[in-house]
């Protein structure tokens, strides 16, 4: 049965992954805030659209999509200005879950993160569905991913008529990805905080994709961890992909990479706190409700980012 | 670290494969080589390799009553003493050396230990995890050995003049316990209370410097760095029945502090007849104070 199917973030490589996968028997209406890459044409209609923008509503008038998949969260990594994230991410997930009620959309998928739980000593193994999201009051500069995750999970309590699906996964990597952890994963050297290895989940970009293709499928609605299979600390995550773990004293790596975050390289400063305690999830409940089991297992994935890395060939 | 391998494997035996195919099969790793908490069983088998000579040489330890550590999920709850989690080494070490199905004891640690650096890694690697509940329940779960001490500092940080009497026991290993259906050992640990006697706490500087206690023993911090290192008392460790309990996890404490008291108690009792039966005198059992 052909579905009209609305995926935002479609300039980002996981989209594209989602997109092949759902492209033969759906049709794909793609917005995103960035332009195309023009190395990789879109199959489906491509609108560039602010997701606060009124021109979100003409393409829901347009298109009256019947699924929403929104895995076009901007990330810190991305854009430095916290008002430009906060904008999109929180006001634009409302105007997204807005017009789907408005418009009649059976379902929505949201892409949200393991960091919106916080990186935190005290943070048991296994964090399930119900922890409590830390990350608003460890890391202030995260308070828009957390707030589009509340977005999410409180439409999905207050109208049961659009049967919303919330994908917290963790670490997503894979050959075409550029996130800023695929990224570093495919340097020679990748810094790591000296004295301190936590445990890193990694889910490879064909599972991740898998796992929101079930989201969509399924009738089952509900706030969901995603994670792959097994978990290696971030030293031996590193050496996995074929990369030389840089030791750094973490005394000297905050304010390093606290200036270098302010001329916009490497990554925020807030995010290394995940470099240094595990923040290690449980995705049993999303293993139960949509039988989903990764393909990948963990040194597989990494081994994939390593592999296209450019300095490899 | 490579350096650090490489002589630890040309000056320490390696373990019989048995006992390292016993330790590495029990710990149910997952593809990547570890576990989700962060075991890694060939860093547990080196460490376990270097500290060895310890064990044997140094403490002299001796284990009585090893066999009655049942298979599967189990909660050994020994007293805390010595300052440094001496006595949970030596335990978890005897779980290996001298138990029949070598298994890596998990540890539950305190909270503020992974903010360490270094240490907190190591302690990972061999099977150390944060003391929150659902590590413990998740642990057992997969049928792991839990290693938990119920006095938490308040027994590791007393003086020498209150050895081998134990400290208020919290309830929450009980409750989980109970909740888990999992067989507590009580263990008696002989000699640990006696590596470090400290004569005196700082607890005015140990609130300052936020740890949990500041001890000063005859050779620390009077020597210095070479004050910090154990005395060589033997250690006996004296492994009791398993305790099964059942009832109301979610019990009122009062209901929980009855069976909390029956570990207690059994305990005590392990201390004592092990005190008693430990030939020879000591320099330390001459000083005043303790049960004895």
Same mark, same amino acid.
């Given at each position: ?6 995926? $935002? ?6 989209? #594209?992954?989602? +997109?092949?996968? *759902?492209? %033969?028997? =759906? ?125 999410? $999970? ?6 049961? #008529?659009?049967? +919303?699906?919330? *994908?917290? %996964?963790? =670490? ?142 | ?277 430990r030939s020879g005198l000591t320099m330390l059992k001459l000083l005043p104070g303790g049960r004895p």
């Amino acid at each position: 049965m052909s579905r009209t199917i609305l995926i $935002t973030g479609v300039s980002g490589a996981l989209a #594209r992954v989602v +997109t092949e996968l *759902l492209i %033969p028997n =759906n049709e794909i209406i793609g917005v995103d805030v960035r332009p195309l890459p023009p190395e990789r044409p879109f199959e489906g209609e491509f609108y560039c659209a602010r997701y606060t923008q009124r021109k979100m509503a003409e393409i829901f008038r347009r298109h009256k999509p019947e699924v929403v998949i929104h895995l076009g969260r901007i990330r810190g990594t991305q854009v430095a200005s916290s008002s430009y994230r906060y904008n999109q991410n929180v006001l634009g997930t409302r105007n997204l879950l807005d017009l789907s009620l408005k418009h009649s959309a059976k379902r929505v998928v949201v892409l949200s993160t393991y960091h919106v739980y916080g990186a935190h000593e005290h943070n048991h193994v296994g964090l399930s569905e119900d922890h409590p999201l830390r990350a608003s009051q460890i890391f202030p500069q995260l308070a828009d991913a957390v707030e589009l995750d509340h977005a999410a $999970t409180s439409c999905l309590w207050r109208y049961r #008529r659009l049967e +919303t699906v919330v *994908l917290r %996964p963790c =670490n997503i990597v894979g050959p075409s990805l550029n996130n800023m952890i695929s990224r570093l994963l495919r340097a020679r050297a990748v810094p790591r905080l000296l004295g301190y290895d936590p445990m890193m989940q990694m889910l490879h970009e064909r599972d991740a994709a898998r796992a929101i293709c079930l989201a969509v499928d399924s009738e089952r609605w509900g706030i969901y961890n995603v994670a792959g299979e097994g978990a290696v600390p971030w030293s031996k995550a590193i050496k996995h992909a074929g990369a030389r773990p840089a030791p750094i004293p973490h005394f000297m790596a905050y304010p390093l990479v606290g200036s270098l975050s302010a001329l916009n390289l490497l990554f925020p400063k807030h995010l290394m706190d995940y470099f240094r305690y595990a923040t290690v999830i449980s995705d049993k409940a999303f293993r139960n409700d949509f039988g989903y089991s990764p393909q990948y297992d963990i040194v597989d994935t990494l081994r994939s980012v390593g592999a296209s890395a450019a300095w490899h060939a | 670290m490579r350096l650090i391998k490489r002589l630890l494997d040309t000056f320490t035996k390696p373990l019989p494969g048995s006992m390292a195919d016993s330790l590495r099969e029990a710990a149910q790793v997952d593809a990547g080589g570890y576990d989700p908490w962060g075991l890694h069983p060939e860093t547990a088998e080196r460490t376990l390799r270097s500290m060895r000579w310890v064990y044997e040489n140094y403490f002299r330890v001796q284990t009585y009553g090893i066999e009655n550590v049942p298979s599967g999920r189990v909660m050994l709850v020994p007293n805390h003493s010595g300052q440094l989690p001496l006595d949970a080494m030596m335990v978890a070490m005897s779980m290996t050396f001298a138990a029949k199905s070598p298994r890596i004891v998990r540890g539950m640690v305190e909270r503020w230990v992974p903010s360490l650096p270094f240490i907190s890694t190591l302690f990972n690697r061999c099977g150390s995890v944060t003391g929150d509940p659902r590590n413990c329940v998740s642990l057992l779960e997969r049928e792991q050995p839990i290693l938990v001490f119920p006095e938490g500092v308040r027994g590791s940080g007393k003086t020498y003049w209150h050895r081998y009497t134990l400290q208020r026991f919290g309830t929450g290993f009980l409750r989980i316990a109970l909740q888990t259906g999992t067989p507590i050992v009580p263990i008696g640990v002989v000699g640990a209370e006696e590596t470090y006697p400290a004569i005196y706490n700082f607890e005015w500087l140990a609130k300052l410097l936020s740890v949990p206690y500041v001890p000063i023993t005859p050779t620390w911090p009077l020597l210095g760095p070479l004050g910090a290192i154990p005395l060589p008392v033997k250690i006996d460790i004296h492994f009791g029945e398993p305790l099964v309990f059942e009832g109301d996890p979610d019990a009122p404490d009062e209901e929980i502090q009855g069976q909390v008291d029956q570990v207690q108690g059994a305990i005590q009792r392990l201390l004592d007849e092990g005190v008693a039966q430990r030939s020879g005198l000591t320099m330390l059992k001459l000083l005043p104070g303790g049960r004895p």
